[in-house]
């Protein structure tokens, strides 16, 4: 948590920028929540007269024609139509502002964290290997670019379409969706696991990426003593070892990001089958329309494929924050 504070350090001179793609992520969202209301006129239109015209989020259904089914489709197609193009938009600048927001917080810290080097005494160089000083300001800035550009961009957007998700689904039928949420305590617990355990592997990985270059430095540059001294094989075991530690811990991180979205996705699909059951009495008792518990349905579904991309992208933070923990160790030592 500490790491993030210190990065929104580099983000506040552009919180104008970051509004606007906030902004333009919500217009995304709210896009694709009309797009799946659709789903209610759609199925609407295989009905009898007499079911036509069930409420749908945003009152949609007030755009479309009752009594002629070509203008019906005609004004389901223009807005399907106009909707896409719109999110597309919305997307596009969202996209694009997050991306500019990365590259100059990057730059100001791989200006700042330059600026550290250069005035650090002779002893710190002596402490601490050239190729470890460069890999903060080339790969572990490059991660906190990558984890604000992308990862950042696309936890606010998947969360933001999440809550839109959620939010049609509670209007269709606010029952069958209090007993979806139960799901989301037992989701929320192994997600946190998850997590845990992969910012652990990260910080072993980025350690051994660590020693196993300086390993290579010191062997590589004191080749004489090495064959002075018929040290061959112990260097060659020394590095052997550390980079069985990077491919173990590779091999764990791995084995965790792979898991945890099927996992998820598992429960949910448990939980909707049994919703299901419920969703058939709430049509068959007539508090419910066939086509609202499509679209509720749609919804719901929906709504399980931002939970899964913001599980991996937790994963893909958590390990940013681990890169960034070595800058500010970096920068905080004089």
Avoid at 120 to 138: D, K, P
Avoid at 144 to 160: F, T
Avoid at 306 to 320: D, E, F, G, T, Y
Wanted: glycine fraction near 4%; charged fraction near 20%; hydrophobic fraction near 50%.
């Amino acid at each position: 948590m500490n790491e993030f504070k210190r990065l929104l350090k580099y983000l506040r001179p552009h919180r104008l920028t970051f509004v606007l793609a906030i902004v333009a992520m919500i217009f995304g969202a709210l896009f694709q929540g009309a797009i799946a209301a659709m789903l209610v006129p759609l199925f609407d239109q295989f009905q009898p007269s007499a079911a036509k015209n069930s409420e749908t989020l945003f009152a949609l259904q007030k755009l479309i024609p009752k009594d002629n089914w070509y203008q019906a489709w005609l004004m389901i197609s223009v807005l399907l139509v106009s909707f896409t193009v719109l999110k597309g938009v919305a997307e596009y600048f969202s996209s694009y502002l997050m991306a500019k927001i990365g590259q100059a917080a990057v730059l100001d810290l791989r200006q700042e964290l330059y600026a550290h080097l250069l005035n650090q005494s002779a002893s710190f160089f002596e402490r601490h290997r050239t190729n470890y000083l460069v890999s903060r300001i080339v790969t572990s800035c490059s991660a906190i670019e990558i984890s604000v550009a992308s990862n950042m961009r696309d936890i606010l957007r998947e969360g933001l379409m999440l809550i839109v998700f959620l939010g049609g689904a509670f209007y269709y039928n606010w029952r069958l969706m209090l007993g979806a949420i139960i799901t989301a305590p037992l989701i929320a617990i192994l997600t946190a696991k998850f997590s845990k355990a992969l910012r652990k592997l990260s910080e072993e990985f980025i350690e051994s990426n660590k020693l196993l270059s300086d390993t290579a430095q010191e062997t590589l540059t004191n080749q004489t003593i090495v064959k002075a001294y018929s040290a061959e094989r112990r260097e060659q075991s020394r590095f052997a070892e550390a980079a069985r530690r990077i491919a173990r811990a590779h091999l764990r991180s791995g084995q965790i990001a792979a898991t945890s979205p099927p996992t998820i996705e598992i429960i949910g699909i448990a939980a909707i089958v049994i919703l299901f059951f419920f969703g058939l009495r709430e049509i068959n008792s007539g508090r419910m329309e066939t086509s609202q518990f499509f679209a509720f349905l749609g919804f719901l579904f929906s709504s399980y494929d931002p939970m899964r991309k913001l599980s991996r992208q937790h994963n893909q933070i958590v390990q940013a924050l681990a890169a960034a923990k070595d800058v500010w160790d970096v920068l905080d030592e004089n």
